[in-house]
């Protein structure tokens, strides 16, 4: 069993930063590829960005591109949000991505977190 547990979420205005932070307990993530997902209300969970085991190959959304930024250490995955809008608010999740499958897709993803708030205000 892995756990996971985002943190990092919060309040902020547009155009701030924030940087969330996924840890892991239980089985290493350090050789499996990672997913930051999120979810605003009313709508599907959307994938944000990729990271593969080695941390040499990342992916991201074209809504995020240029704004956000993933990195990993053998036991924690990131996302550094710069330049923040309104509509980035949503819950956060990290995933493990453990099955075969792109990384936008959820399906790919075995283990999930419970997810971080960010909320940007305008």
């Known amino acids: 069993q892995v756990q996971l547990v985002e943190s990092g979420g919060g309040l902020v205005q547009a155009g701030g930063s924030l940087r969330l932070s996924c840890a892991a307990s239980g089985r290493t993530i350090s050789s499996y590829s990672m997913g930051w997902f999120r979810q605003a209300p009313g709508k599907e969970r959307e994938f944000v960005a990729g990271?593969?085991?080695?941390?040499?190959s990342t992916y991201y959304a074209d809504s995020v591109k240029g704004r956000f930024t993933i990195s990993r250490d053998n036991a924690k995955v990131y996302l550094q949000m710069n330049s923040l809008e309104p509509e980035d608010t949503a819950v956060y999740y990290c995933?493990?991505?453990?099955?075969?499958?792109?990384?936008?897709?959820?399906?790919?993803?075995?283990?999930w977190g419970q997810g971080t708030q960010v909320t940007v205000s305008s």
């Open positions: 990271i593969s085991w080695s941390g040499g």
């Open positions: 995933a493990r991505k453990g099955r075969s499958g792109g990384y936008y897709q959820t399906e790919a993803y075995d283990y």
